[in-house]
């Protein structure tokens, strides 16, 4: 199987701080992962590709400032909300691939309060 | 672009009724097909998958779903629901061997059995 491993499942900040979310595949290599952001009763929606070795690539409106990404290994990808707002409060899911089928993390619950 | 829609927003059914969730894509070339599901407070869970081959495919928990090229379909299908199916549905489309991973999602299904 495909492990993808998200931390943290739940965290709560203060408005104007910044969160780091993690993504890791645990037993498995991933040049590439997948953030999405889920809105109550909403779908998923794909916030951006990150790349392992070069710059992430960002969906239509999805503002680069403000969502930083790195992925700092082949199993490390990282999500950073900076200066966070109440309304960037959501549920964030990362996936990473393996061959044609994608394996998701558990997501975290972020809100800002 | 691609699009995926989901034609049904909210189901309702009692228990051992039999259950078919639409699911439309726009994209003209080579697609991998996939439905999840979600149970309330839980992450996402991979139902089945289609790649190549046999158009109907068989999933987990009797779930099954037909893919219909010449309709862009993959409808999901049970024949009799159980009140544990009560989730939230998305279907999902990967288009072509170079997107590996990176999926486009319906708007979801949420499905409710009256026990």
């Known amino acids: 199987g495909a492990v993808v491993s998200q931390h943290p499942s739940r965290v709560i900040c203060k408005s104007g701080t910044s969160v780091k979310i993690e993504c890791r595949s645990l037993d498995f290599q991933a040049t590439t992962m997948f953030w999405y952001r889920q809105f109550p009763k909403k779908s998923l929606m794909l916030m951006a590709t990150s790349n392992e070795g070069s710059k992430a690539t960002y969906e239509q409106g999805v503002e680069k400032d403000k969502f930083l990404i790195n992925h700092a290994s082949l199993t490390l990808s990282t999500l950073t909300v900076t200066s966070a707002h109440p309304e960037d409060s959501s549920f964030y899911i990362c996936?990473?691939?393996?061959?044609?089928?994608?394996?998701f993390g558990q997501g975290t619950r972020l809100t800002v309060v | 672009a691609q699009s995926v829609s989901q034609h049904n927003h909210h189901v309702i059914l009692s228990e051992a009724a039999s259950l078919e969730l639409g699911c439309n894509y726009s994209y003209g070339g080579t697609v991998n097909l996939f439905w999840y599901v979600q149970y309330p407070g839980q992450h996402l869970q991979l139902l089945l998958k289609y790649f190549s081959g046999d158009p109907l495919v068989k999933g987990i928990k009797g779930f099954e779903a037909e893919f219909i090229k010449s309709k862009f379909s993959f409808n999901l299908r049970k024949p009799s629901v159980q009140w544990s199916d009560t989730a939230e549905y998305f279907c999902a489309v990967n288009a072509g061997y170079n997107q590996g991973g990176k999926l486009i999602f319906g708007q979801g299904t949420e499905l409710s059995v009256k026990p």
């Open positions: 996936s990473a691939p393996k061959g044609l089928e994608a394996f």
